[in-house]
């Protein structure tokens, strides 16, 4: 018997590399995108947009500043300026590409990104809640 992992574990320990890239204070997460033949289209990570000072380098989190129920585990996300590791994955993945593909995430997406991922084409999502 081979010891090779299947493609949704391969996938996901690849999300939780790109996880260690995210600059968030509150968690990191990672995403990866595979096409239907399995194809790495795109990853992302969670953090400030691009050009932004990010929270954990840089000591930007407007929610830090705050008490500390802002960062709570389910508090929402008013103040928060990051952008989420699916919505970055697929903002950088080739837009023909994304129906029919799979995407693996290193957390359960929020609402809105299951929208995100639903108008995307995104056939199939799967994630872990580590």
Same mark, same amino acid.
């Given at each position: 018997?081979?010891?090779?992992?299947?493609?949704?574990?391969?996938?996901?320990?690849?999300?939780?590399?790109? &996880?260690?890239?995210?600059?968030?204070?509150?968690?990191?997460?990672? *995403?990866?995108?595979?096409?239907? /033949?399995? #194809?790495?289209?795109?990853?992302? =990570?969670?953090? &400030?947009?691009?050009g932004?000072?990010?929270? &954990?380098?840089?000591?930007?989190? $407007?929610?830090? #500043?705050?008490?500390?129920? &802002?960062?709570? $585990?389910?508090?929402? =996300? *008013?103040?928060?300026?990051a952008?989420? *590791?699916?919505?970055?994955a697929? =903002?950088?993945?080739?837009?023909?590409?994304?129906?029919?593909? /799979?995407? =693996?995430?290193?957390?359960? $997406?929020?609402?809105a990104?299951? /929208?995100?991922?639903?108008?995307?084409?995104?056939?199939?999502?799967?994630? /872990?809640?580590?």
């Open positions: 018997m081979s010891d090779r992992p299947s493609w949704d574990e391969w996938a996901l320990a690849l999300a939780a590399a790109v &996880a260690t890239r995210a600059d968030c204070t509150r968690s990191q997460v990672g *995403a990866v995108i595979l096409s239907r /033949t399995h #194809r790495v289209l795109s990853v992302g =990570y969670n953090g &400030a947009p691009a932004i000072p990010g929270c &954990a380098s840089a000591g930007n989190c $407007p929610r830090g #500043r705050l008490d500390a129920s &802002a960062c709570a $585990p389910n508090s929402d =996300y *008013a103040n928060c300026i952008v989420h *590791a699916e919505a970055n697929i =903002y950088h993945a080739p837009a023909h590409e994304l129906p029919g593909a /799979t995407l =693996y995430v290193t957390r359960e $997406p929020c609402p990104c299951s /929208t995100l991922i639903t108008a995307a084409g995104i056939h199939r999502t799967v994630f /872990t809640n580590s």
